[in-house]
């Protein structure tokens, strides 16, 4: 079970787009569809915003997209806005019941 | 209106124990699995166990395996973590976690955390 491996820092000025990497094996995100992304704001509860590699759940808007390429997943951020500024992870099922997440990357609007 | 509310948390010593809860409502919650996730002040997410919507599968990371006991009161409609012989390194904010699925796929909802603090 070891952890999914996210940059840690990413920043873009309003408007520009961003993309976050998560790499894993071939054994959690290049093996099951199960890969999710989760938005967290200081303080509060992380947010799902993308799962299943590429859906978005309803309210999060079409500027976050999901993709995969072997066993790396990524999530781009277009048309930045302030209120993006956090912390995102990603997340996947690794068999055997078992998920992990990577270490996370702070996004910065600049 | 899903709500996840936890509790049970606070200081405890190391070797110790303790039993969280999450009380869920606003959903069916024997439709779906549940997990718990945990944070460590000023870290990143760690998935510390899950269970599916009867029981029927577990999992649990390799740092609280041996350790922590998920379990679920479908009546009750919660979700419980027994922690036991807790150590320095389980210091973290607990989160409740409901699964978009019965199985076991994703997190779309999560509680606000409840405080675990292992110290002397």
């Known amino acids: 079970q070891s952890a999914l491996t996210q940059p840690r820092s990413v920043s873009g000025s309003p408007g520009q787009s961003v993309t976050i990497s998560c790499t894993g094996t071939?054994?959690?995100?290049?093996?099951?569809?199960?890969v999710s992304w989760y938005q967290q704001h200081p303080g509060k509860a992380p947010k799902l915003m993308i799962y299943?590699?590429?859906n978005r759940p309803s309210g999060v808007p079409d500027r976050f997209s999901g993709s995969r390429s072997g066993n790396t997943a990524s999530l781009t951020i277009s048309g930045l806005q302030a209120d993006d500024e956090a912390d995102y992870y990603c997340?996947?099922?690794?068999?055997?019941?078992?998920?992990?997440f990577g270490g996370g990357t702070k996004l910065t609007v600049l | 209106e899903v709500q996840l509310v936890e509790s049970g948390g606070g200081l405890v010593q190391p070797g110790g124990s303790l039993r969280l809860s999450c009380a869920s409502s606003?959903?069916?919650?024997?439709?779906?699995?549940m997990h718990w996730v945990r944070q460590a002040p000023g870290k990143g997410l760690e998935w510390v166990s899950g269970?599916?919507?009867?029981?029927?599968?577990?999992g649990y990371a390799d740092s609280v395996k041996g350790r922590f006991t998920i379990s679920r009161d479908n009546a009750k409609t919660s979700l419980y973590l027994q922690m036991n012989s807790l150590r320095a390194e389980d210091t973290a904010f607990y989160y409740c976690?409901?699964?978009?699925?019965?199985?076991?796929?994703?997190?779309?909802?999560w509680g606000q955390g409840t405080l675990v603090t292992v110290s002397s």
């Open positions: 269970i599916s919507w009867n029981g029927g599968a577990l």
């Open positions: 299943d590699v590429t």
């Open positions: 606003g959903f069916t919650f024997d439709d779906y699995a």
């Open positions: 997340c996947s099922y690794a068999g055997s019941y078992t998920w992990v």
């Open positions: 071939s054994s959690d995100i290049g093996g099951y569809n199960y």
């Open positions: 976690a409901k699964d978009s699925a019965a199985a076991g796929t994703n997190f779309d909802f």
